[in-house]
């Protein structure tokens, strides 16, 4: 009974990142689920993240902070990226952008690093934030 429990918590979870295409943090997904009147506490919800990012079902981000964001992929493989954070309203926007990953590629062979896109992050200003300062 207590692991169909976990799997149907685990489920909505996932659920939740399926539909919400953005990294998000365990808190957001609390006060999400809670405001469905779904039940799950915080720390159920960190121990269900934690498994989903084992089976390789969501990508957890650090960030430089220390804080911890997790967003679904669908190809796990396929899932290098670097984020871009806004320094104005704190987005975090997972990038794949091609040339970025070809200078993942370039430190590796001709650097000898790996860099690790889970916890790269480029700092700057959103597409939001920029037109709301031209507006000003």
């Given at each position: 009974m207590r692991g169909s429990y976990n799997t149907k918590q685990s489920q909505?979870?996932?659920e939740y990142l399926q539909k919400n295409k953005s990294s998000?943090?365990?808190k957001e997904i609390y006060a999400s689920l809670g405001a469905q009147g779904m039940n799950i506490g915080l720390a159920t919800i960190y121990r269900q993240l934690e498994n989903?990012?084992?089976?390789?079902?969501v990508k957890k981000i650090v960030t430089d902070e220390g804080s911890m964001r997790f967003?679904?992929?669908?190809?796990f493989e396929a899932t290098d990226?670097?984020?871009?954070?806004?320094?104005?309203c704190?987005?975090?926007i997972?990038?794949?952008?091609?040339?970025?990953?070809?200078?993942?590629?370039?430190?590796?062979?001709?650097?000898?690093?790996?860099?690790?896109?889970?916890?790269?992050?480029?700092y700057g200003r959103c597409k939001n934030c920029r037109h709301s300062k031209l507006g000003e």
């Open positions: 909505q979870i996932l998000v943090s365990a989903l990012v084992r089976e390789l079902k967003q679904f992929v669908e190809d990226s670097y984020f871009l954070k806004c320094d104005d704190g987005t975090l997972a990038s794949n952008c091609h040339l970025l990953l070809e200078v993942s590629e370039h430190m590796s062979d001709e650097h000898g690093f790996q860099i690790d896109t889970g916890k790269s992050v480029l």
